[in-house]
């Protein structure tokens, strides 16, 4: 015998049977809608719990982000007011050993200088109580020589002044130009020796220079 369609009604079937098997097929379609619905609803929710899960990851991720950032920014603000602090006391402490530098610079060849002024103060005391000339020119002289030996122990030497020699701006300074039988411009009279220090200059020769023959 061949099956009929679920949804094809039995042929020859009488009005109340028909009307009983029509409702059914419509309750049965309603159920499966429902179904349906159910079914799509459930599937909505899911995706939308996926997407809040997937958006809770997102948040929490960035949020990381951000609180790595924000460590990062603080550990290099305080590497920068760390090395700055560092600069600023470098600065300072360079200035005033710079300031010691300048201001006792010269405290090792003052220490030299005091055997010499020892040794002129004995020379005074001794030309005070004695008439003896010779004896005090001897002394003088001694201390010169120990002066003149640690001026040059400290790179300081006398500059070698001939008279006669031409006029130059580099180790003299001229203290007047008078006539006479040298040519003009040239050196006739040293007035105060100069001296170098090294090969600097540290005092010119002042010297009287020639205006040439009088006439």
């Known amino acids: 015998m061949e099956m009929n369609d679920k949804n094809t ?16 097929m419509r309750t049965d379609d309603i159920q499966g809608k429902q179904a349906m619905n159910d079914d799509t609803l459930e599937i909505h929710h899911e995706s939308e ?6 958006q809770s990851n997102s948040t929490s991720t960035a949020n990381d982000k951000i609180t790595s950032l924000e460590k ?22 360079t200035s ?28 005074l005391n001794a ?14 002289e001694m201390i010169y020589r120990k002066a003149v030996k ?8 006398v500059i070698e002044q001939k008279l006669g020699e031409p006029f130059n701006v580099d ?5 007047a130009h008078l006539p006479s039988e040298a040519p003009e411009g040239h050196v ?15 005092r010119h020769s002042k010297v009287i220079t020639s205006a040439g023959q009088p006439e």
């Open 9 to 24: 009604p039995p042929r020859n079937m009488g009005g109340k049977l028909k009307n009983l098997y029509n409702s059914y």
């Open 49 to 54: 719990n996926d997407s809040h899960e997937q």
């Open 72 to 93: 990062e920014r603080d550990d290099l603000r305080e590497q920068v007011l760390r090395r700055t602090a560092e600069l600023e006391n470098f600065r300072r402490r």
């Open 96 to 123: 005033k050993e710079k300031q010691e530098l300048t201001e006792y610079a010269n405290q090792h060849l003052l220490f030299k200088m005091l055997p010499v002024i020892d040794d002129l103060h004995s020379a």
């Open 127 to 140: 030309a005070q109580k004695s008439n003896d000339y010779q004896s005090l020119l001897s002394g003088v």
């Open 150 to 157: 640690i001026f040059e122990d400290a790179g300081v030497t």
């Open 171 to 175: 180790i003299h300074e001229a203290l």
């Open 188 to 202: 006739i009279q040293e007035v105060q020796r100069g001296y170098l220090f090294r090969d600097k200059v540290l």
